[in-house]
């Protein structure tokens, strides 16, 4: 009897185990600036040549992996970069930087109603001082360009919810960093979208997404097509604020983003 409980209390244990990810293979890793510190997790492609510059992936996370453990923001999107076949078909460096608990990417006032919800979003122009967060983000990002680390013609940017709020802000701040970029359930200053009009672009939404509503992401498709831009716009019919799932199974995702190359 007691081998049957113990069996029957393990083997749940068994599962949960081969159901989380390993990400042991993402680094733990810390970037400073001037007493401010962006913890960040990073994993090499296999067989890394220490000479050698390659494609650098930086994805920023939502709200709810913000904190101090360096681990929460791997939880969307990391295992995707894990794959055997990601790894070997698109060898880079793939950065997941983690925003403190009290911060956030971008420069945003939220207004809340008593529940808590967010009901209405106000975004700074790029000329605006930048967030702490974000602005370490670019920090980081030229600091591994300079070292030879990361190929400058082969920056991408991506984020879901906040991150990709954030993304949008980067974009606005820093357009001719990036190659190419994948904000996911986004939203922002649509004003900014001239900015960072030349940087190829594939936007996602849920069509159901209640918490950062679709208007957020088909406000900048349409302003960006206004100006001749290379984007595409995918919306997920009846999907909520969990998008990034169907985006990350997107079997032409990582194709499209490693198509592009600045000149």
């Known amino acids: 009897m007691k081998r049957v409980l113990l069996l029957l209390f393990f083997c749940p244990l068994f599962a949960m185990a081969q159901?989380?990810?390993?990400?042991?293979a993402f680094s733990y890793?810390?970037?400073?600036?001037?007493?401010?510190?962006?913890?960040?997790?990073?994993?090499?492609?296999?067989?890394?040549?220490?000479?050698?510059?390659?494609?650098?992936?930086?994805?920023?996370h939502g709200s709810g992996e913000r904190g101090a453990d360096n681990a929460a923001q791997l939880v969307h999107g990391g295992k995707l970069f894990l794959k055997d076949s990601v790894r070997k078909g698109f060898p880079a460096i793939v950065i997941f930087p983690q925003c403190p608990a009290d911060s956030m990417w971008s420069t945003m006032i939220v207004k809340r109603d008593a529940s808590g919800k967010a009901i209405d979003r106000s975004f700074s122009d790029a000329t605006d001082k930048q967030a702490t967060p974000g602005a370490l983000v670019?920090?980081?990002?030229?600091?591994?360009?300079?070292?030879?680390?990361a190929d400058s013609k082969r920056l991408y940017l991506g984020g879901l919810s906040l991150g990709a709020i954030g993304t949008f802000d980067i974009l606005a701040r820093y357009p001719d960093t990036w190659a190419a970029a994948f904000p996911i359930c986004g939203v922002g200053n649509v004003d900014n979208a001239a900015k960072f009009s030349k940087v190829p672009m594939w936007i996602f939404h849920g069509a159901a997404d209640n918490v950062v509503l679709p208007a957020?992401?088909?406000?900048?498709?349409?302003?960006?097509?206004?100006?001749?831009?290379?984007?595409k716009y995918t919306e997920y019919p009846g999907v909520g604020h969990n998008s990034w799932d169907n985006a990350f199974a997107e079997p032409q995702l990582l194709p499209w983003?490693?198509?592009?190359?600045k000149k």
């Open 29 to 60: 890793e810390v970037f400073s600036h001037n007493g401010d510190s962006l913890r960040y997790r990073m994993l090499l492609p296999e067989g890394y040549d220490a000479h050698k510059a390659y494609p650098l992936i930086m994805f920023l």
């Open 216 to 231: 957020g992401s088909r406000n900048y498709y349409e302003a960006l097509k206004k100006l001749k831009a290379d984007v």
């Open 19 to 24: 159901t989380i990810p390993d990400y042991s």
């Open 138 to 149: 670019m920090m980081l990002t030229d600091s591994l360009v300079k070292a030879g680390k």
């Open 257 to 261: 983003l490693f198509s592009h190359k």
